[in-house]
């Protein structure tokens, strides 16, 4: 089968998917009710699939779409503040071909690099449940698996850094003498054929506006990407 038609049986699947009642009910709840700033907009309203360069070699790893960004959008990452921070860094950097991501279709390419999150619905209060994450996992085990150019992968936050470490350990094998634990800006190597994992706040605007995390951090953690690609 084509890379191209086995992508799209994947993102069908994560589009498709049902399996958590409460986030089923939220997102299309929030769907229907809109926020006041969106109510002219037709809300996407479902799981939120992968988005960007299928020939990656880095994958970014987020936490889960946001009410009215990505379940408004349908697109990873975009129309939120989390968004207006990361996408001028992937610009700076050379992985995006414009500084902005507001909606579907505003043509916004991304090279050499792919977006994801550990759930693809949106949960209340940007807090998924242990069952919630579960059921989401394997979609992003399968991504790992079509990126077949894989050469790391960029954790934004603790929890997409913990479950992306997990299920590397899962998919090769991976035995610690000691686990890795995140801290901002932490690269950790595995060895030949195993992608690396480099850990990064995420861009939430509890982070930023607080300076947790500035953008001269962030573009430091792109910088580091592109240097150690390949």
């Given at each position: 089968m084509a890379a191209n038609a086995t992508w799209e049986i994947h993102d069908r699947k994560v589009i498709a998917c049902r399996a958590c009642p409460r986030l089923v009910a939220w997102r299309e709840q929030v769907a229907r009710e809109k926020r006041r700033a969106y109510r002219d907009w037709e809300y996407w309203g479902k799981p939120v699939p992968g988005f960007g360069d299928r020939q990656a070699r880095v994958l970014v790893v987020g936490l889960a779409p946001g009410a009215h960004g990505s379940n408004r959008t349908g697109r990873m990452f975009t129309g939120d503040a989390s968004g207006d921070f990361l996408y001028p860094a992937l610009y700076e950097a050379g992985f995006a071909n414009q500084g902005s991501a507001m909606e579907r279709g505003d043509g916004l390419e991304l090279y050499g690099l792919y977006i994801s999150a550990v759930?693809?619905?949106?949960?209340?209060?940007?807090?998924?449940?242990?069952?919630?994450?579960?059921?989401?996992?394997?979609?992003?085990?399968?991504?790992?698996?079509?990126?077949?150019?894989?050469?790391?992968?960029?954790?934004?936050?603790?929890?997409?850094?913990?479950?992306?470490?997990?299920?590397?350990?899962?998919?090769?094998?991976?035995v610690f003498s000691e686990k890795p634990v995140f801290a901002h800006g932490g690269f950790s190597q595995f060895g030949s054929n195993v992608p690396w994992l480099l850990a990064s706040y995420h861009p939430s605007r509890q982070n930023t506006q607080t300076g947790r995390l500035t953008r001269v951090m962030f573009a430091e953690v792109w910088r580091e990407v592109r240097d150690s690609i390949r």
């Open positions: 759930c693809r619905c949106a949960p209340p209060e940007n807090k998924p449940a242990r069952d919630e994450i579960h059921n989401c996992l394997p979609f992003l085990l399968e991504e790992m698996d079509l990126l077949e150019n894989l050469q790391g992968i960029v954790a934004l936050g603790s929890l997409a850094f913990n479950e992306s470490l997990n299920l590397m350990k899962e998919k090769y094998n991976l």
